[in-house]
């Protein structure tokens, strides 16, 4: 059998995602024959292969191009953002449909939901890699060079320069960390002892939801099972954050510690850092920390010396599929599945990777809790409110001047960040992403904690210039094109908030689309299977409440309308018979 070959995603072969990846670059598609080939080498039924490949956009069974355009919808990070529609600059420049590969195969152009650029402005992956477009003439330019057949290599590199901008420091940022300590001081108190610490610290996870880390890890910790496992949720895909890109680029050994220690907690043998596609770019870095830190004896086989004590990490790279956050779409992931939630109870803490014990945790959470083995519980809740101890790490883009990350201790008010950031004229802001909350001015003095505004880092600014319906729109579309497709409440209903939403963008909403918003919302809020559904309509529902003359004012029909627009529909008809007269439009 192949080094490569193994039914068994637990082996250390190579993982299912990436061996597709390979065959991507390699072919720019994934054929049947690929397919077959792939459920030969991995033991499995070609129908796996096949569900995987279908599920994930950075794959695809019909060609692209050499050079594949993706280019983000995203409120921050879009094409749209700066006033320009990139889309359809890129479209007309290189003669290529949106979806679709030029005849010639030398280009394909696409849409894909934000890649956590949101602090650069407009920004697209070339062949995966990031680029800041910047302005229209970046665009032509950028149609030349792929016209005249230019190797990336020879693009100008300052193009691909992804800068962090931290603009606050404080409680994790501030410090400086010295590579195995924290450890050594795990080792030195024992795992009781330290986990002790992590509770007493207070530290609740910082992907979004905010559970106790310490009750996590205690909870995996009794759990029985063949061996544990812990997880690091690099996926970061919530539309406005990109802290974890910075601390995967500038903090990682506290990750990996804060992981290791973990592991020593609980007693696991093996972790995995579960990195976004759209990230791929921090792979090699990431790799070079990892073998940096088994050379100093502080992952692998008998860690600082101590026997027993052996913990390994590897990292995956996902392939664009935001639901693959969701820690049990990204469990089934890591295990070479399409990233289907799962029906949770179980949890993950007992029934988690191949069904054993798992912890799963932010990038952040990992940061802080190394950061709390270092300098004591004590020290971490000098900062933050009775609820929310300690720090959030914000990811701060939208219409502001100063976009970029922010650290403040919880507690601190929307308009002290909104201050800090520059933006002087905020009509709304979106706190926690799409799936979070919309606020306007009357709620810019509430607080960033768990126990009033909760955020998993996203904090996107919206002046008074921008049309809030296009944002609700927007929001609509991510979550209709991120549903995984395995509930209907939430597969149908995303598809037609969106379609209710774009009728009275339109100019054909009635009063009656509303109140089927409404239900619609609490449909999709109530029965949907997972997390995104629960969340996915939030922000038409915050709109709804919080800015109800949007919508409003966008109503020009009282009475019904059809949800479509039956005379648009009639035009092709007229092309063909080439009529245009006032009998030939149903107005
Ligand atoms: C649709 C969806 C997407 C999510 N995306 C992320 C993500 O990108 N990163 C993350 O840490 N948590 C994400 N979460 C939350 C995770 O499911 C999980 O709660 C988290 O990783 C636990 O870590 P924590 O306790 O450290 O926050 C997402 C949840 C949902 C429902
Ligand atoms: S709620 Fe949406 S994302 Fe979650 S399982 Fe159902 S269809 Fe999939």
Known sequence: MNQSISNNPDSKSVHLLHRLYALQQQHLCISSESMQQVANEFCLPVSQVTAVVEFYTFFSRGPCGRYHLLLSNCTSCGYLVGGENFLLQFTQALDVS????RSDGLVSLGETSCIGMCDHG???????????????????????????????????????????????????????????????????????????????????????????????WQFCRQAEGAGHYVVCNADEGEPGTFKDRLLLRQHAESMLEGMTLCAFIIGAERGFIYLRGEYRFLLSDLQTVLAAYRRAGLLGQRILGKEDFDFDIEIVVGAGAYICGEESALIESLEGKPGIPRIRPPFPVTHGYLNQPTVVNNVETFV???????????????????????????????????????????????????????????????IGGPAGVLIGKQDFDRQIAFEDLSTGGSFMVFGVHRDLLTINRNFASFFAHESCGFCTPCRVGTQLLKNNLDKIAEGRGTRQDIVEIKRLSELIQRYSHCGLGHTAAHHVIDGLQRFPQVFEENLTQQSFMSPFDLDKTLEEARQITQRDDAAAHLK
Not at 98 to 101: A, H, I, Q, R, W
Not at 394 to 406: A, Q
Request: aromatic fraction near 6%.
């Open 122 to 216: 407009s920004a697209m992956l070339v062949n995966g890699m990031p680029l800041i477009l910047h302005n229209a003439d970046r665009v032509n330019h950028i149609a030349q060079l792929i016209n005249a057949k230019t190797s990336l290599a020879d693009w100008p590199a300052e193009w691909f320069q992804v800068h962090e901008s931290v603009n606050k420091k404080g409680l994790l940022l501030n410090q400086n960390f010295i590579p195995g300590l924290s450890l050594k001081n795990t080792l030195a108190q024992g795992a009781n002892e330290m986990l002790e610490t992590i509770l007493a610290s207070g530290l609740r996870g910082r992907g979004g939801a905010g559970f106790s880390t310490g009750q996590k």
């Open 368 to 430: 802080a809790a190394a950061h709390i083995a270092v300098h004591g519980s004590a020290w971490f809740k000098t900062m933050g409110t009775t609820q929310s101890a300690g720090s959030k790490i914000l990811s701060v883009s939208g219409d502001c001047e100063l976009p970029g990350v922010y650290e403040y201790p919880f507690g601190v008010s929307v308009q002290q960040v909104l201050q800090d950031c520059q933006a002087s004229d905020a009509q709304a802001v979106q």
């Open 98 to 101: 949106p979806g679709e590969t």
